[in-house]
């Protein structure tokens, strides 16, 4: 991967300092954050939190057609968002099961999907380890991650994604692209917390 840039003033420059903490279920290999042949993740920069931009990827919820949309619910450790992930793909939710397990249960599932995509709104309120964990599985199973950054990107995730295999999307135009509508037809638009079908601007 080549020489990493510092990430912070005491020059530390390995990803696992960012991935490897107490919001991360496991040491990661390697080669976490890389592809391998398979497309990059998809990463989409919403500076100015356009719900426009929130509205087009909730109308593309359409499990029929292997597009989830999930508007996550944030709590330490990431728990709730492995649930509303679980709910997103019609999977089994085990509320008492812990955030390793349910993180497994995840990918069990995406794999069982098959080939899909997977959009995660209010990914801005997601810490690090989380995106280390999606971009992982991202790379570990046929699901196509879309994570929504709702905001302009930190330090600390820029310095993440420029060890990762991802492409940048920064346009309502490429939002749309990547999200057609669902058909019409009753039934929820997302999983998650949001309130209600579209969550209003500056939700997250």
């Not at 920069?45 to 426009?52: L, M, N, P, T, W």
């Not at 801005?124 to 950054?149: I, K, M, N, S």
């Not at 920064?170 to 037809?185: D, E, I, K, N, S």
Request: charged share 20%.
């Amino acid at each position: 991967m080549g020489v990493m840039d510092p990430i912070n003033a005491l020059g530390e420059v390995g990803v696992d300092v960012l991935v490897c903490g107490t919001v991360c279920s496991r040491r990661p290999d390697p080669s976490l954050l890389r592809t391998r042949g398979r497309p990059p993740c998809t990463v989409v920069v919403d500076r100015e939190d356009d719900v426009r931009i929130t509205q087009t990827a909730l109308a593309s919820h359409n499990p029929a057609a292997g597009h989830f949309v999930v508007h996550p619910t944030v709590a330490a450790g990431g728990r709730l968002l492995w649930q509303d992930i679980l709910r997103a793909l019609g999977a089994r939710v085990d509320a008492r099961a812990g955030r390793e397990a349910q993180e497994d249960a995840v990918r069990v599932a995406l794999r069982a999907a098959g080939p899909c995509q997977v959009t995660v709104l209010r990914a801005h309120r997601l810490g690090p380890g989380l995106w280390a964990d999606l971009v992982h599985l991202h790379r570990t199973t046929p699901a196509e991650f879309v994570l929504v950054h709702h905001a302009a990107l930190p330090r600390d995730l820029a310095h993440l994604l420029r060890h990762c295999d991802h492409r940048i999307v920064g346009t309502l135009a490429g939002v749309a692209w990547r999200h057609p509508p669902a058909p019409a037809g009753p039934g929820p638009r997302c999983h998650g917390a949001g309130p209600g079908p579209f969550p209003a601007v500056g939700s997250g």
